[in-house]
Protein backbone atom coordinates (compact mmCIF):
# COMPACT_ATOMS: atom_id res chain seq x y z
CA UNK A 1 0.00 0.00 0.00
CA UNK A 2 2.63 2.21 1.00
CA UNK A 3 4.07 1.89 -2.66
CA UNK A 4 1.06 2.47 -4.20
CA UNK A 5 0.23 5.58 -1.90
CA UNK A 6 -2.59 4.26 -0.63
CA UNK A 7 -2.71 5.41 3.08
CA UNK A 8 -3.84 2.45 5.38
CA UNK A 9 -6.83 3.19 7.49
CA UNK A 10 -8.20 1.25 11.15
CA UNK A 11 -10.26 -1.55 9.40
CA UNK A 12 -6.95 -2.23 7.30
CA UNK A 13 -4.86 -2.73 10.60
CA UNK A 14 -7.67 -4.91 12.12
CA UNK A 15 -7.39 -7.02 9.21
CA UNK A 16 -3.70 -7.31 9.52
CA UNK A 17 -3.83 -8.12 13.38
CA UNK A 18 -6.45 -10.30 12.22
CA UNK A 19 -4.00 -12.15 9.78
CA UNK A 20 -1.40 -12.32 12.73
CA UNK A 21 -4.05 -13.70 15.37
CA UNK A 22 -4.38 -16.40 13.18
CA UNK A 23 -1.20 -17.13 12.20
CA UNK A 24 0.12 -16.77 15.34
CA UNK A 25 2.51 -14.06 14.85
CA UNK A 26 2.30 -12.24 18.02
CA UNK A 27 5.65 -10.26 17.26
CA UNK A 28 4.63 -8.70 14.39
CA UNK A 29 1.15 -8.15 15.57
CA UNK A 30 2.34 -5.95 18.70
CA UNK A 31 4.65 -3.95 16.06
CA UNK A 32 1.52 -3.17 13.82
CA UNK A 33 -0.08 -1.79 17.14
CA UNK A 34 3.30 0.45 17.75
CA UNK A 35 2.63 1.55 13.62
CA UNK A 36 -0.82 2.47 14.03
CA UNK A 37 0.02 4.63 17.10
CA UNK A 38 3.64 5.59 15.83
CA UNK A 39 3.34 6.10 12.19
CA UNK A 40 -0.28 7.26 11.08
CA UNK A 41 -1.45 8.35 14.55
CA UNK A 42 -4.76 6.64 14.76
CA UNK A 43 -5.87 6.02 18.38
CA UNK A 44 -6.76 1.44 18.41
CA UNK A 45 -9.42 0.57 19.05
CA UNK A 46 -11.12 -1.80 21.67
CA UNK A 47 -11.31 -4.15 18.63
CA UNK A 48 -7.50 -3.71 17.73
CA UNK A 49 -6.97 -4.30 21.71
CA UNK A 50 -9.25 -7.72 21.42
CA UNK A 51 -7.42 -9.21 18.73
CA UNK A 52 -3.77 -8.80 20.51
CA UNK A 53 -5.44 -9.94 23.84
CA UNK A 54 -6.87 -12.90 21.67
CA UNK A 55 -3.64 -13.56 20.44
CA UNK A 56 -2.05 -13.89 23.97
CA UNK A 57 -4.38 -15.31 25.50
CA UNK A 58 -4.75 -18.40 22.51
CA UNK A 59 0.11 -18.32 22.85
CA UNK A 60 -0.13 -19.17 25.97
CA UNK A 61 1.23 -15.91 27.10
CA UNK A 62 -1.73 -14.96 29.66
CA UNK A 63 0.26 -12.92 32.23
CA UNK A 64 0.87 -10.30 28.83
CA UNK A 65 -2.55 -10.37 28.12
CA UNK A 66 -3.99 -9.20 31.28
CA UNK A 67 -0.99 -7.01 31.36
CA UNK A 68 -2.10 -5.16 28.06
CA UNK A 69 -5.98 -5.30 29.53
CA UNK A 70 -5.29 -3.57 32.39
CA UNK A 71 -3.22 -0.31 30.13
CA UNK A 72 -5.46 -0.52 27.76
CA UNK A 73 -6.68 3.54 27.04
CA UNK A 74 -10.23 2.56 27.80
CA UNK A 75 -12.60 0.31 29.74
CA UNK A 76 -12.53 -2.83 28.38
CA UNK A 77 -15.61 -4.59 26.82
CA UNK A 78 -17.15 -8.10 27.39
CA UNK A 79 -14.86 -9.45 23.98
CA UNK A 80 -11.79 -8.41 25.38
Same mark, same amino acid.
Given at each position: ??????? *????? /??????????? &????? +??????????????? *????? /??????????? &????? +????????????????
Amino acid at each position: MRREGVC *PDLIT /FLNDLNVCNYS &GLIYE +AQMWLETINNDYDFI *PTVEH /FACIVDMLGHG &GQVGK +AINMIEKMPFHPNVVV
